[in-house]
């Protein structure tokens, strides 16, 4: 059984950082496209980044703030958060897949999300 456990929300001020993780069993990891989105309230799911063996991508509103990287020895992914501004606020999921895409129905599983609130 898959699974991917998210962890490193939290309530941070504009311009703090935060490290969020993905740990994932129950799959080969290394084979994997790992991927974050995040979902506002009233908004729906977004992509944020993928990750897959050597490529990562990253939607414009989080290029040169947010990073993302994978650890196969520990099967964890990590997304390091920089410079966080309101609008950052969500909950942050991660999935995987078998192809590095921006599109949602690309990931076969997805985690149960971490909240991330930034104030101003």
């Known amino acids: 059984q898959v699974q991917l456990v998210e962890s490193g929300g939290g309530s941070v001020q504009a311009g703090g950082s935060l490290r969020l993780s993905c740990a994932a069993s129950?799959?080969?990891?290394?084979?994997?496209?790992m991927a974050w989105f995040r979902q506002a309230p009233g908004k729906e799911r977004q992509f944020v980044t993928f990750i897959s063996s050597g490529n990562t991508d990253y939607a414009d509103s989080v290029k040169g703030r947010f990073t993302v990287s994978r650890d196969n020895a520990k099967n964890t992914v990590y997304l390091q958060m920089n410079g966080l501004k309101p609008e950052d606020t969500a909950v942050y999921y991660c999935a995987a897949g078998w192809i590095g895409s921006p599109e949602r129905s690309a990931y076969s599983y997805w985690g149960q999300g971490t909240q991330v609130t930034v104030s101003p």
């Open positions: 129950g799959l080969t990891f290394s084979v994997y496209i």
